[in-house]
């Protein structure tokens, strides 16, 4: 659910979002959008745009973590079943880091998409779950608060480590 508009939307894996052009556009597009491409993807790709092979690829990796078990990715779509963001967990260790991205034209949804994945870790058997952010990264920060994680002691002085400790069932 979407806080700001109330409209809903829903976490499906990654894995079942097609590869088909208007997809592959759509998540080229909202890699590219400045608060996106500026935090995660700038640096990695030397300043050039985030295309959509990488896309394809982004959608090939993450079917490659399905089925082998390595990482969990998860695609948010609208209404409209059209990708809006995305969070990952990026290994099956039992304290595993998460990610996400999501497109500005769908603020307010990051939150309980995080909520959403953490309760699906959980009843995964993960035992909790971490983040790092840069440290002038107020927004993910934001998201990573309200969605109950605490910040700890960071290794790196460019980054805030955020953890969230999950019960199990």
Known sequence: ???????????????????????????????????????????????????????????????????????FVFAVLDGEKNVAAACDIKSKEPKAEIGYWTSRRHRGIMTNAVIAMCTLAANAGFQGLFAQTKKENYRSQAVLERAGFARSRSEHSEYERFELFLSTK
């Open 1 to 71: 659910m979407n806080h700001v508009s109330g409209r809903a939307y829903e976490l499906v894996r990654a894995c079942e979002v097609s590869c088909d052009s208007s997809n592959l556009a759509r998540i080229a597009a909202i890699c590219n959008e400045p608060d996106v491409y500026d935090w995660l993807f700038r640096g990695p790709l030397e300043g050039r745009p985030y295309k959509e092979e990488q896309a394809r690829q982004w959608l090939q990796w993450s079917e490659g973590g399905w089925s082998s078990g390595s990482h």
